[in-house]
């Protein structure tokens, strides 16, 4: 609208800069009349509002209603709003003219503004759907195996491109995964050494092998066969006969061959380590009710300071006490059950307390410690770390001064820093059963796996292999010494179990009554555990590939 062409002097000129659009002819003379004026009712949108249209509206559901000079008169002049009356006798003019006119006639700021607004009320109501992938991709660790690897793809949950780039490592750091996310989807997992977001023994990474695919796939990369998982399972079947009507186990009765000492604190915990170490719990696996039965009679014995072993005898109650500390807190870093939680950490709480100053642990709470024992309540305070209960990292670090008092070098007499041998107590002379325990403590205490001083004590262990012969048995060696190797790892596991793999599955009874149990017979200390104790022994032994992830592997990781 050019102001030169516009028959209305009085109206506001155009702004600076304002482009004209195409030149419109001038209307004529007698400019006619406005529709009727709008009445404004009550709760109705005042002049200018913005309202809906019908919805077959073109291009948007939106307009503007212009307002009815009536109402709004730029210039504020009287003579203008006169001269907008027409005669009555003038036809009145649609509501498409009328629009078309009023748009024609407004000032451009005031259409530009309506439109502008028109325009960001149409854009604020449509909703903005942000198109978010449905793809989560988890990459656990480095995966080299074959067809073992194959279940890692379970966890691409859809075919999406979200991850993928130049750098798909990249997109790995992103994912904050911890450990306790992945607590019951690891059993599923075929590759060896596993790497979470903590690797340390808090978020329960110690005990993910025993069930489900991981179990395969350590039992293989470990040297385990079928005869070694045979002999396991009916070794867990000769325990599962043999459990008695209160849910217990005894080290004397039913079987033959028992032992000259009862414990069944210690008896009950052993068997529940071993069905535990096949992946039962309490909740699930073939052995459930067995699990069960054994788990409630463990609890019914802990008193209120949460010793487990009242029920023990003599110098067997605080073995028999790390004994059942260790299937408490295993159960409960294998299932979470909040109801073991306080009972697992009372127990852990006293094996604490009874701790020497000196680091050790002994018969009597507070006693200086010897190797034997003390070994049981490392195990237990590790499995408790294992489980995510609480341990006071001092209290771990002290069992290295007592280790120290026992640490041997051969051709040195007494204590020695670079001792390859360990002995029962400051004043004895080492011991492969010993040297075995003390290694395996300063490794779940921190020493690492290729520490000089453990591959001289694994080589040394090597000298006594596992033997058929009733002269050369002794399972409590055999017990610390196949952990000890399995952690160490490398050629000296290997040479171990070549032997063993081998002679304890040809050791156990394989018929009669006593069949899928082991003979105590030989044994220096099967006449006290008897049967029961031989047996148990031998199957942890036989778990080995899968009981415990290997301490040389998630060092490396």
Same mark, same amino acid.
């Given at each position: ?249 005894? *080290?004397?009765?039913?079987? !033959?061959?028992?032992?000259?000492? %009862?414990?069944?604190?210690? $008896?009950?915990?052993? &068997? #529940?380590? /071993? ?55 295993? *159960?409960?870093?294998?299932? !979470?059950?909040?109801?073991?939680? %306080?009972?697992?950490?009372? $127990?852990?709480?006293? &094996? #604490?307390? /009874? ?60 204590? !020695? ?14 011991? #492969? ?125």
């Amino acid at each position: 609208m050019s102001s030169t062409n516009d028959p209305n002097p009085s109206k506001v000129p155009a702004p600076p800069g304002w482009q004209a659009g195409p030149v419109v002819p001038p209307p004529p003379p007698v400019v006619p009349p406005p529709p009727p004026p709008l009445v404004h009712q009550p709760g109705a949108l005042s002049s200018g509002a913005i309202t809906k249209n019908a919805p077959h509206s073109p291009i948007n559901e939106f307009r503007v209603d212009r307002p009815s000079e009536t109402f709004f008169n730029p210039t504020g002049d009287p003579a203008a709003q006169e001269a907008q009356v027409e005669p009555e006798d003038q036809e009145p003019e649609g509501w498409d003219a009328w629009i078309s006119r009023s748009v024609r006639e407004a000032p451009s700021w005031l259409v530009s503004t309506m439109v502008h607004i028109a325009i960001i009320l149409m854009l604020a109501l449509i909703p903005l759907h942000r198109e978010v992938s449905k793809s989560l991709i988890l990459f656990l660790g480095n995966s080299e195996a074959g067809s073992e690897g194959d279940a890692l793809s379970s966890f691409n949950i859809a075919d999406s491109d979200m991850m993928q780039g130049e750098n798909e490592g990249d997109a790995v750091e992103d994912l904050a995964i911890t450990a306790s996310d992945l607590s019951n989807i690891t059993p599923e997992l075929t590759e060896i050494g596993i790497e979470l977001a903590a690797p340390d023994f808090s978020i329960k990474k110690g005990l993910t092998g025993r069930s489900g695919t991981m179990k395969g796939a350590l039992l293989k990369a470990y040297g385990g066969t079928q005869e070694t998982e045979q002999a396991v399972a009916t070794g867990l079947e000769w325990l599962a006969r043999n459990q008695l009507s209160d849910g217990s186990w005894s *080290l004397v009765t039913p079987f !033959s061959e028992g032992g000259t000492m %009862e414990n069944r604190p210690a $008896a009950t915990a052993m &068997a #529940l380590m /071993a069905f535990m170490g096949a992946g039962n719990t309490h909740q699930t696996g073939p052995y459930q009710p067995n699990v069960l039965r054994g788990l409630n009679h463990l609890l019914r014995l802990q008193d209120d300071d949460g010793f487990l072993a009242a029920k023990a005898g003599g110098i067997q109650r605080t073995y028999a006490h790390a004994q059942g500390t260790i299937a408490l807190c295993e *159960l409960f870093g294998m299932t !979470s059950d909040p109801k073991l939680k %306080e009972p697992a950490q009372r $127990a852990v709480g006293w &094996a #604490l307390r /009874a701790q020497h100053e000196g680091g050790g642990w002994r018969y009597s709470p507070g006693e200086l410690g010897d190797t034997s024992v003390t070994g049981w309540y490392v195990m237990a305070l590790i499995s408790a770390r294992m489980a995510g209960l609480d341990v006071p990292s001092d209290q771990l670090d002290r069992i290295h001064q007592f280790l120290d008092t026992v640490q041997r070098k051969q051709g040195v007499r007494g204590p !020695s820093e670079d001792g390859d041998q360990y002995a029962y107590q400051a004043p004895s002379q080492p011991k #492969l059963s010993m040297t075995a325990e003390g290694m395996l403590c300063r490794m779940y205490l921190g020493w690492k796996t290729d520490d000089y001083r453990i591959l001289q004590g694994a080589s040394r262990l090597l000298q006594q292999p596992i033997v058929t012969r009733i002269q050369g048995r002794d399972y409590y060696y055999w017990y610390y010494a196949t952990n000890a190797l399995h952690h160490a790892g490398g050629t000296h596991w290997r040479q171990w179990n070549d032997v063993m793999k081998e002679t304890l599955p040809e050791l156990q009874i394989k018929s009669g009554k006593e069949r899928g149990s082991w003979p105590a017979e030989g044994d220096p200390h099967g006449g006290p555990g008897g049967r029961l104790y031989a047996t148990v022994l031998s199957i942890l032994c036989l778990e080995a590939y899968y009981r415990h992830m290997p301490l040389s592997e998630m060092a490396a990781k």
